[in-house]
């Protein structure tokens, strides 16, 4: 990785990574904030305030998230900029549509509303405290939305014209918000990140019936975040992630091929469960494979032809292949496993044996990073799948990073930039830290419940 495009997109792939683990448990967080809330108005004494107690507690954890993931976010403004100056100048007055309303409108609602329901309890009626969890929530998951409109349009781009020295306008801005990639990416990211902020909701309550502190408020919690990560579990397979396949197999074949490691283009395609790509002799090494699998879940039919990476020009390759198929199954083993650990552990809340079965309270509270795994897994599928494309079809990511910026400017900052970060982790997990340790501890006295 000698120049300096390569340096950026590894620059900006370190920190938008960092920075979308933040993003992703405030928006989910942000969900279980307002069913905890409705718990609490439709609850009555012990567990309306227990209830109560926890929208407070899991409102401070959003509010820790918030904070660290705006400051994370500020370097990915500046390297539009900085790095990728030529991106930003051919697609500008397409992508610059959505990050304004992101920053202007749904970040703005999110910020203020968040004060709202932190600092504002003592004053607001319970009801209107609902409301300012509602909009925060609303706040939360409509800025997700631009941003994924933003993605969407550099995976599959509509709505657009091509004008004077390449540089791309917005002709359509309906077709653009509604892009179709746009709606289904979103439900796919959206159902994600409920489910990391489910499994973390339940890591805590594990945690905590394991210590045998706050055991009431922890039962409450723990089965909140094992019903919602099922349901988030389910939502991840399908609908949305069979459709995101499906427009993957439609548009990005390449993609397609080379997350599953098939070479060689066939009808009744085989989806592989292991192996290992070997693209020098264009095979896949020591499969394991399900016959015909493939077709069908990419086209709905088991006799559908899928296109293989020997039938698609060396230049429209994905530029790393090998990373890309591992990352995708590894997304897709992590995502299994969670949903086996959902389905076990709604399995014994049923039979109300989950309480006190100690060995799942263990795995529930040990699995939290999973779902972080899985969505950065997630999130380099579809961005080394769109390789070598900034903009698919459109613009090549050579063609997009900025000139006249040496490896070593590039290199310099990336240093800094993880230094900064480890001491933000760092910082991020003190205070998460004490908020555990300390609890939901009850409103101060004269607070609305």
Not at 417 to 439: A, E, S
């Amino acid at each position: 990785m000698a120049d300096a495009s390569a340096w950026s997109r590894f620059q900006f792939g370190f920190t938008v990574t960092f920075h979308y683990l933040f993003p992703q448990l405030t928006m989910g967080l942000a969900l279980l904030i307002v069913v905890l809330k409705i718990m609490a108005l439709r609850g009555k004494d012990a567990r309306r305030t227990h209830c109560a107690d926890l929208a407070r507690f899991w409102g401070r954890i959003f509010g820790i998230n918030f904070a660290i993931g705006v400051v994370t976010g500020i370097p990915m403004e500046f390297q539009f900029g900085t790095n990728w100056a030529r991106f930003s100048d051919a697609t500008g007055g397409v992508i610059g549509f959505t990050l304004a309303l992101e920053g202007m409108l749904a970040f703005v609602a999110e910020a203020s509303f968040l004060g709202l329901f932190l600092f504002g309890e003592k004053r607001l009626s319970p009801r209107a405290h609902f409301f300012s969890a509602l909009m925060l929530f609303l706040g939360s998951w409509t800025s997700g939305y631009f941003i994924v409109v933003t993605n969407a349009f550099m995976q599959h781009p509509v709505g657009y014209a091509a004008g004077e020295g390449g540089r791309l306008t917005l002709v359509d801005a309906g077709a653009y918000l509604l892009n179709p990639w746009a709606i289904w990416e979103y439900a796919h990211v959206m159902s994600a990140a409920t489910m990391t902020g489910a499994f973390v909701v339940a890591a805590v309550s594990a945690y905590w019936l394991l210590m045998r502190q706050h055991e009431e408020h922890a039962r409450i919690a723990l089965r909140l975040g094992v019903v919602v990560a099922l349901l988030a579990c389910v939502a991840q397979v399908f609908p949305t992630g069979d459709r995101q396949g499906k427009l993957v197999a439609e548009d990005q074949r390449p993609a397609l091929a080379a997350m599953e490691g098939k070479f060689d283009s066939s009808a009744h395609a085989e989806m592989a469960l292991v192996g290992q790509p070997n693209v020098e002799e264009r095979r896949l090494e020591n499969p394991i494979e399900v016959p015909a699998v493939l077709s069908f879940l990419s086209y709905g039919s088991f006799g559908a032809t899928v296109t293989g990476l020997n039938d698609v020009p060396r230049d429209r390759w994905p530029d790393n292949v090998e990373l890309l198929y591992y990352a995708y199954h590894v997304m897709v083993g992590l995502g299994t496993l969670l949903t086996a650990l959902a389905l076990g552990s709604a399995a014994l809340l049923w039979r109300g044996r989950l309480y006190r079965t100690r060995p799942v309270l263990w795995l529930l509270m040990l699995a939290f990073p999973m779902p972080y795994l899985a969505t950065t897994a997630g999130w380099m599928t579809a961005e080394l799948g769109r390789q070598p494309w900034t903009v698919y079809g459109v613009l090549r990511t050579a063609e997009g990073s900025s000139s006249n910026v040496a490896a070593g400017d590039v290199v310099f900052s990336t240093v800094g930039f993880m230094g900064l970060y480890l001491l933000l982790g760092l910082l991020f997990v003190f205070l998460v830290g004490r908020q555990i340790g300390r609890g939901p501890a009850p409103a101060p006295a004269g607070e609305h419940g």
